[in-house]
């Protein structure tokens, strides 16, 4: 399915995380409720990934004119942790729901990667994929909404955001109509579910992993398109 598809395809790249201050912990990278994962976790799976797999992300990324997220340490953390939030906490929502991860999206996820030819064995690979199939469970059951025109506003501050610069006048109306299209209005109900989970579940994470969001909708850049926020 098309609009399933657009979701898998989070891998969640550029899904950065913050966390609220009392939820600060020396050593911790991220909670989901009382679940904490270390950034030593972080750092063995950044570790995991080859000199020779990051060349090949370069590549890629020079390839395809800088259309995809920068392959730099810091980003390459920010991956991680998407990752990381998107597994433990779909795991959880799998747990109390009774929905079965998706796991033809890690199938997709992986096969991407074997075309990049980087190390199928690797942490950095099974856990983006793994993270995939869990990802479908965060928006399963998930309702068709119309943003209002408040909502459109909203969503398109936040996209200026993601890119870090103002859409000029023709953008803006072309995102709008995005938006309140069929295919818009279901991404939009799967963002709210994400976002309902979010506050559900307690999520916060490390404030220097940056502006934290998990992706719901890309472009074929793939730049985010549509997020859900994670409250600092």
Known sequence: MRIRAIAAMGLAAAALLTVSACRVEQGAALFVGDERISEKRVDEVVDSISASDRAKLADLNQLTGGQLPDISTGNLRGYVVDALVVTELGQRVAADTGVKPDRESSSVIKKNWELLELDSDSEFVQLT????????????????????????????????????????????????????????????????????????????????????????????????????????
């Not at 996209?159 to 991404?187: C, I, P, W």
């Open 129 to 232: 994929a793994e993270a995939e199939a869990y990802r479908t469970v965060l928006v399963d059951g998930s309702k068709p909404h119309r943003p209002s025109d408040k909502e459109v506003d909203a969503l398109t501050a936040q996209l200026e955001h993601t890119f870090g610069q103002e859409l000029d006048e023709q953008q803006k109306a072309g995102f709008a109509q995005f938006l309140t299209s069929e295919d818009g209005q279901v991404v939009v109900g799967q963002q709210r579910q994400v976002s309902d989970y979010i506050a559900e579940y307690d999520v916060t994470a490390n404030p220097r992993y940056g502006q934290s969001f998990i992706v719901i909708a890309r472009n074929a850049g793939p730049q985010p398109l549509i997020t859900s926020d994670i409250p600092s």
